[in-house]
């Protein structure tokens, strides 16, 4: 089953569906695919918060108990190592900046290298992936609810 992202506005549309082609050519490891879908990701505008809260969704579903350090560094080690054969770009401090950014633990200004929104968007699908095969459970009920959250924020603010 498909999903269609009609209901949503011009720009959030976009991220859905380059989400959703990222991620599928992720987890078919399918690099030609990837290349385009991550780059329709990086320029669409605040994916980074629509990433971010996919993330921390299959995150808390992962962990219903919540995550230690021994936690993050086992779903970083294999992130990076079940991509690192089809990915050579895998990058282990970007996919660490996604975690804690998902955590709430993430502060830019102590970076000395914050990744900009296109490193975030070529690595997050790769995690994102990565997780969803951990949960078993399908993208677009993760994807949806971090929309929903990104709408009830802004609804607030």
């Given at each position: 089953?498909?999903?269609?992202?009609?209901h949503?506005?011009?720009?959030a549309?976009?991220?859905?569906?380059?989400?959703?082609?990222?991620?599928?050519?992720?987890?078919?490891?399918d690099?030609?695919?990837?290349?385009?879908?991550?780059e329709?990701?990086a320029?669409a505008?605040?994916?980074g918060?629509?990433?971010?809260?996919?993330?921390?969704?299959?995150?808390?579903?992962?962990h219903?108990?919540?995550?230690d350090?021994?936690?993050?560094?086992?779903?970083l080690?294999?992130?990076?190592?079940?991509?690192?054969?089809?990915?050579?770009?895998?990058?282990?401090?970007v996919?660490?900046?996604?975690?804690?950014?998902?955590?709430?633990?993430?502060?830019?200004g102590?970076?000395?290298?914050?990744?900009?929104p296109?490193?975030?968007?070529?690595?997050?699908?790769?995690?994102?992936?990565?997780?969803?095969?951990a949960?078993?459970?399908?993208?677009?009920?993760?994807?949806?609810?971090?929309?929903?959250?990104?709408?009830?924020?802004?609804?607030h603010d």
């Amino acid at each position: 089953m498909t999903t269609t992202w009609r209901h949503l506005p011009a720009p959030a549309r976009e991220i859905a569906e380059a989400t959703t082609e990222a991620v599928g050519a992720a987890q078919a490891r399918d690099a030609g695919a990837y290349e385009p879908a991550v780059e329709r990701l990086a320029a669409a505008d605040r994916a980074g918060l629509v990433l971010g809260g996919v993330v921390r969704l299959l995150l808390e579903e992962s962990h219903p108990d919540g995550l230690d350090g021994d936690d993050v560094r086992q779903v970083l080690e294999r992130c990076v190592r079940s991509n690192a054969a089809w990915r050579p770009d895998v990058d282990p401090h970007v996919l660490l900046v996604l975690l804690a950014s998902a955590l709430g633990v993430y502060d830019p200004g102590d970076d000395d290298a914050p990744p900009n929104p296109a490193a975030i968007a070529r690595q997050a699908p790769l995690l994102i992936a990565d997780l969803l095969a951990a949960t078993g459970r399908p993208l677009a009920e993760h994807l949806s609810a971090a929309f929903a959250e990104v709408a009830r924020t802004e609804l607030h603010d």
